[in-house]
């Protein structure tokens, strides 16, 4: 079965700190999301990749196709980053609608 | 615009009761997903729908049927509620293309079934 591994699976930070989380799978991939849920339940997409890097506001996205490895940071956390973040990929293949998740990254940003 | 909107956001049913959960978009999207999240587990896909009139079987399709009547609106019904399908259900959706779209969340339906 194809999975996607995320590390750590909680994180607690001092507010300003830079964070790092991880997400590794298995085989190729057509997109890679990287997505947040508050702690109210809702979820929202943050970055779709494919290659490279992509950069908004704080938050920057990295994927290395080659390793089958993308990582999500926080530049300067504040305590509302608080939150689950969720690593998903689209695995490539004719057909492939759907999207397998990692566990979450559950982050605690500390005043 | 709404978005992904669900009804109801909290349900408790007993077992073998029936119930449907609705999902609606206003965005235009052409494709629809139901989802359930478990504790300890990645969100898992329960049905998914390409378009209007079309349906098809994700990773966990037991105990639930879908129907996707108009484009707008995509309903996952339990015909006999068991303990197992106490979960919180998302449903999203996103546009058709060639090149993969981000998936649009609705709030969550959280149904407790005893």
């Known amino acids: 079965k194809n999975e996607v591994e995320q590390s750590p699976q909680n994180l607690t930070a001092q507010e300003g700190e830079f964070i790092t989380i991880n997400c590794s799978y298995s085989?190729?991939?057509?997109?890679l999301h990287w997505l947040q849920q508050h702690p109210g339940g809702g979820i929202v997409s943050l970055f779709m990749?494919?290659?490279g890097k992509k950069k908004h506001g704080r938050l920057i996205a990295t994927i290395n196709i080659q390793e089958k490895h993308s990582s999500l940071h926080i530049t300067a956390s504040h305590p509302r980053d608080s939150a689950v973040y969720i690593c998903?990929?689209?695995?490539?293949?004719?057909?492939?609608?759907?999207?397998?998740f990692g566990k979450g990254t559950k982050l605690s940003v500390i005043p | 615009n709404a978005g992904v909107t669900q009804t109801p956001k909290f349900r408790v049913l007993k077992t073998g009761q029936s119930m449907t959960l609705l999902c609606a978009q206003d965005m235009n999207h052409e494709y629809m997903y139901w989802y359930r999240q478990d504790p300890g587990m990645g969100l898992r896909l329960i049905h998914y729908s390409v378009g209007e009139g079309t349906t098809a079987k994700g990773e966990v399709p037991d105990g639930y049927n879908v129907s996707r009547l108009k484009k707008q609106n995509f309903l996952l019904g339990l015909e006999s509620a068991a303990p197992s399908q106490t979960s919180v259900y998302f449903c999203?959706?996103?546009?058709?293309?060639?090149?993969?779209?981000?998936?649009?969340f609705g709030p969550g339906t959280r149904l407790t079934v005893l």
């Open positions: 085989v190729g991939i057509s997109a």
């Open positions: 990749l494919s290659s």
């Open positions: 999203a959706s996103n546009v058709a293309g060639v090149t993969y779209n981000e998936q649009f």
């Open positions: 998903a990929v689209r695995y490539s293949g004719a057909g492939s609608y759907q999207l397998t």
